[in-house]
């Protein structure tokens, strides 16, 4: 179960997140799937490094098969030192990188 908490005020928000990550393993004495429970995963990331921006992961979050903590930190790799002057603005810069992203891979691989 994954505990995620986010504070705002007029000054700022706080955000929080448990580490504890559960996964599917494959038991190769039985061959049977078991839960493998991880406490080190990284539910909150950093959008940008030039930007008090971040996002907060839950459950198995990925898109077209890629986890969303890779998206993001080669998202914010790209970016740079770009910055936006609104969240709403960062949020749609996010979305429409990753789905050129994925249109592109898309062709590139004949699916469409």
Not at 5 to 11: A, H, T
Not at 23 to 44: F, L, P, Q
Not at 51 to 79: C, E, F, H, N, T
Not at 96 to 109: A, F
């Amino acid at each position: 179960m994954t505990v995620v908490v986010g504070v705002l005020n007029k000054k700022g928000v706080a955000i929080a997140a448990d580490s504890a990550t559960t996964n599917d393993m494959m038991n190769n004495a039985t061959g049977e799937k078991e839960k493998k429970v991880v406490n080190s995963g990284n539910k909150m990331l950093r959008l940008s490094d030039k930007m008090p921006i971040g996002v907060m992961i839950v459950g198995s979050a990925q898109l077209s098969g890629i986890p969303w903590d890779v998206l993001i930190r080669w998202y914010r790799k790209q970016l740079g030192d770009k910055t936006f002057s609104s969240v709403e603005e960062a949020a749609h810069d996010l979305l429409d990188t990753i789905n050129n992203c994925i249109r592109y891979s898309s062709t590139r691989s004949g699916s469409n």
